[in-house]
């Protein structure tokens, strides 16, 4: 537990912080997405016990593939779903997220028990954002998206920072920028741009405010999702290794080219998250992922 390292979005995933739905309390008072807006207008906020029985779902299949599964405390607080934010990993240092939302940055506390056994950690300060949706690590980049939750101040210090301690070394820091969208938003850049496979990724165009980086067209194979299939979050996957990845079977097309290229898909019910504008990828923090 106290070894962590992360060098890649693909590589194979052996121990991960999965979120929790054990608090979910949304009102009206706690609607900080655009899913969340839409949620509440339909009478459909997430439900507890149905994101309960998909988070239990989801870590028993995690589970099963022998990835070790770590869980937050309970916590006083609207919902702990995921946990992706609130921290990422680059090669072997733990980085503590500034949050936008305050009540997120309570959810921190939850996995500090985890943090303190961590040789690494630095917080990001206050005064700058940074969330860990907005972070992808992968083929000697670190992506880092700007937009609704992330700001610009918080890429140059997370660029800064990493220039300046030696990761720039083993990684090129790329700022990509994400376009604030008319109807909807795009929470995090792994909303719109997720590497899976050995070169692929899975890309939603419209969210790049500057165009798609040199960075993403050289190094993947893009595979194109529509607004329909962006707003259903069907970027945001987990992969378990190059060969695996986990999916809702909603994205149905997305799952049906994945397997093509020979990537076993895992379909699974996850439909609660969802509705707070998370999936997959967001509900789990990856700890260890060679």
């Not at 259903?232 to 060969?243: A, I």
């Amino acid at each position: 537990m106290s070894d962590i390292y992360v060098s890649s979005e693909t590589g194979k995933l052996y121990s991960v912080i999965l979120g929790r739905a054990e608090t979910l309390n949304l009102t009206a008072d706690d609607l900080i997405s655009f899913h969340l807006e839409e949620s509440f207008k339909n009478a459909d906020l997430p439900k507890k016990e149905k994101a309960i029985a998909e988070f239990t779902a989801l870590g028993k299949i995690l589970k099963e593939r022998g990835v070790e599964v770590f869980r937050p405390d309970i916590l006083d607080t609207p919902e702990q779903l995921n946990t992706r934010d609130i921290g990422f990993v680059i090669q072997d240092t733990f980085f503590v997220s500034h949050m936008k939302v305050d009540t997120r940055q309570d959810e921190i506390v939850a996995i500090e028990r985890f943090i303190k056994k961590f040789p690494k950690v630095v917080r990001v300060p206050e005064g700058v954002m940074i969330e860990g949706g907005d972070i992808v690590v992968d083929k000697g980049h670190v992506f880092i998206g700007v937009g609704v939750r992330t700001n610009e101040e918080g890429m140059k210090w997370l660029k800064n920072y990493l220039e300046e301690n030696g990761f720039a070394e083993e990684f090129k820091i790329v700022p990509v920028f994400i376009k604030k969208l008319v109807i909807g938003e795009i929470l995090h850049l792994d909303c719109a741009f997720m590497p899976v496979g050995e070169d692929l990724a899975l890309i939603y165009l419209p969210a790049f405010a500057e165009g798609v980086p040199a960075e993403i067209i050289d190094n993947y194979r893009l595979i194109e999702v529509t607004e329909e299939e962006q707003r259903n979050l069907g970027t945001n996957v987990l992969s378990l290794d190059k060969c695996t990845v986990i999916s809702r079977p909603e994205s149905v097309r997305i799952n049906g080219l994945l397997e093509k290229e020979g990537i076993k898909v895992i379909p699974l019910s996850f439909n609660e998250n969802p509705k707070t504008g998370g999936s997959f990828r967001c509900a789990t923090l990856p700890l260890v992922r060679k």
